[in-house]
């Protein structure tokens, strides 16, 4: 147990904050389209990261549209060198809660009747710059 508290950077989970599905006559089209949506703010005063990671999911024939926003919440150690934080921010907290985001899509249309959507494994290192430009600092605004 003590090696979890000397992590350097910690994911205490995370929650769908909204779930949007529509599906239409033309579900079964195999063919979709996925855009990312990621948000941050570090808030140095409690050492908590907050990714608000947002997917939205449309098929060719525009049958199914799906989004899901949700918010993982990361702990990271105040003594940490801020480049690697920033690694850690940027590039592993998108790959650590993409594969709940993925199961999670994949249980919702597999419950709903239509063939199950099924997220590709992927490489998210595309959404770091974006990550980013969409971070902000709690507190900087006071």
């Known amino acids: 147990m003590d090696s979890i508290k ?3 950077f910690r994911f205490n989970g995370f929650t769908i904050v909204k779930s949007y ?3 239409g006559n033309n579900a079964d089209d195999k063919a979709f389209t996925i855009a990312f949506d990621p948000k941050g703010i570090i808030d140095d005063e409690n050492s908590i990261f907050e ?3 947002n997917v939205q999911i449309t098929n060719n024939t525009k049958d199914i549209n799906i989004e ?3 918010l993982g919440r ?3 150690d105040k ?3 801020m480049g690697q934080l920033n ?3 940027y590039l592993n907290a998108p790959a650590i809660m993409f594969p709940y985001i993925r199961a999670y899509i994949s249980s ?3 419950l709903s009747g239509i063939r199950t959507v099924v997220i590709p494994t992927m490489n998210l290192i595309g959404l770091q710059e974006d990550l980013k430009k969409n971070t902000v600092k709690k507190g900087l605004e006071e």
């Open 6 to 8: 000397n992590l350097k």
């Open 21 to 23: 599905f529509e599906c």
């Open 51 to 53: 990714l608000q990671f």
């Open 68 to 70: 899901v926003h949700s």
């Open 74 to 76: 990361f702990e990271f």
């Open 79 to 81: 003594n940490e060198d």
């Open 87 to 89: 690694s850690y921010f």
């Open 108 to 110: 919702m249309t597999a």
